[in-house]
């Protein structure tokens, strides 16, 4: 099984379990944030399956769902050493009406933010932190980080980092102590070519954040189906490339079919492929893909025994996905 040593010494398994659909419903005024609905008892059961498994870092948000990704997480976790949680802050989302709540950052809204994951997850110290705020300006966040330092000292959380794709911005305080992983979109489309030189330079954790493209690499909406109701991919976003009016880009889909043979390589599924093509992409790389059924835990960490693609696969696929971009 490909593991992956952390910052603490620790070797954990090479993929982990993203959380952000199990949270449900999660709101921006009228605009869905989630991935249509869940229930909590096959998200339970698709939790305690990927423990089975060998999984052992969960990533989640005080955002999804309002606290709910990770009151899900401390009912089946609570406080396990073998289990990393990685939870995320700056996004307040209120637990009753689910509505993002907006605002600026505080000291004072960051401790209180902490205190109610650590209630949630059921946690003294919560093993990671990250900032969410991806665009967050990193001349301004001075502040965000000395107050995730003190939180460390305190014995809170053990260590942080920041969910950015912002190469500067993580250069600005991979320096500092107790700053240990960047949270980064990473897939077969988006190789992050800057930003993972850096993570490797400082050797970081990159927690990978999309690995299947938002469902597209599982190759379940190539057809011309469509998302559920109140689905974030049937939403109208800039950043929403991956899917368009809850279907799945035809660009991209056409780039997947040009590599879908490769990604099969030894057997594997297509997310599989997809996931293995990060373990292969860099040393430093941990996916994490969500799930909502017990179904995608198994294939997903189903990649773990395949390990990464080959090298002359990862070649091919290149070479590939270049001239589809030239056509």
């Not at 869905?32 to 998200?43: L, M, N």
């Not at 305190?154 to 969910?163: D, Q, V």
Request: charged fraction near 25%; charge should be negative; glycine fraction near 10%.
């Amino acid at each position: 099984m490909e593991l992956i040593k952390l910052w603490n010494g620790r070797s954990v398994p090479r993929i982990g379990v993203g959380c952000w659909a199990i949270g449900g419903k999660t709101l921006a005024g009228s605009v869905s944030t989630y991935y249509g609905d869940v229930d909590d008892k096959q998200s339970i059961a698709g939790l305690r399956l990927a423990d089975e498994l060998g999984a052992r870092l969960f990533d989640t948000a005080a955002a999804y769902g309002g606290g709910h990704s990770e009151a899900l997480l401390g009912e089946v976790f609570g406080d396990r050493e073998d289990i990393v949680i990685v939870t995320k802050f700056g996004t307040p989302v209120d637990p009753v009406t689910r509505q993002n709540l907006g605002g600026e950052p505080t000291s004072a809204s960051i401790r209180a933010s902490i205190e109610q994951s650590r209630r949630n997850l059921r946690r003294d110290c919560i093993d990671v932190v990250l900032f969410h705020i991806n665009e967050y300006p990193a001349e301004k966040a001075g502040f965000v980080f000395d107050t995730l330092g003190h939180l460390r000292n305190e014995g809170k959380i053990s260590a942080f980092g920041w969910s950015t794709d912002n190469v500067e911005s993580a250069r600005a305080f991979a320096d500092r102590e107790g700053f240990v992983a960047v949270e980064n979109d990473l897939n077969v489309f988006d190789h992050a070519d800057a930003l993972m030189a850096l993570v490797e330079q400082e050797g970081l954790l990159s927690i990978n954040r999309l690995p299947l493209a938002m469902g597209l690499l599982s190759g379940k909406y190539n057809r011309g189906e469509t998302v559920g109701a109140h689905d974030i991919r049937a939403e109208k976003m800039d950043w929403m490339k991956f899917f368009k009016d809850g279907r799945a880009n035809p660009d991209f889909v056409r780039r997947l079919e040009s590599i879908r043979e490769l990604l099969q390589t030894g057997g594997r599924s297509l997310a599989q492929g997809a996931l293995s093509w990060i373990l292969a992409r860099s040393p430093n790389a941990l996916p994490v893909p969500g799930f909502k059924t017990e179904a995608q835990i198994h294939d997903n960490l189903g990649a773990l025994e395949k390990g990464p693609l080959p090298a002359a696969t990862m070649t091919e696929i290149e070479r590939l996905l270049s001239k589809q971009d030239a056509a």
